[in-house]
């Protein structure tokens, strides 16, 4: 099983991103998928889950969608009107469970991560 984030960047306040996670040695289809984040000296915390509909984040709603890309086995995460407290190293999880969970502990395989930077 292997996750590979890519798609960060700088980007200016009220920009866009979009983040890929390629996933290889089982179906997106199947599992619970989420990205979380962790800003610099914080904990980390949960942006959207979704296993079949996506649930975000109060702090996301309305501004970032996740979703899979099944013939490609890869998860997005299109991110607009970006905001510096969006700041964060970005990574995505699979979850070998029907249901979705918000909790990282949880989650069997993380991908290494992409660094997303918002300037103000």
């Known amino acids: 099983v292997q996750l590979v984030e890519s798609g960060g960047g700088s980007v200016q306040a009220g920009g866009s991103l979009t983040l890929s996670c390629a996933a290889s040695?089982?179906?997106?289809?199947?599992?619970?998928m989420g990205w979380f984040r962790q800003p610099p000296g914080k904990q980390r915390e949960g942006v959207a889950i979704?296993?079949?509909?996506?649930i975000y984040a109060s702090s996301v709603k309305g501004r970032f969608t996740i979703s899979k890309d099944y013939a490609k086995n890869t998860l997005y995460l299109q991110m607009n009107s970006l905001k510096p407290e969006d700041t964060a190293m970005y990574y995505c999880?699979?979850?070998?469970?029907?249901?979705?969970?918000?909790?990282?502990?949880?989650?069997?395989?993380w991908g290494q991560g992409t660094q997303v930077t918002v300037s103000s």
């Open positions: 979704i296993r079949d509909a996506g």
């Open positions: 040695g089982f179906p997106i289809s199947a599992y619970c």
């Open positions: 999880a699979a979850y070998f469970n029907p249901s979705c969970t918000w909790s990282p502990p949880s989650y069997n395989y």
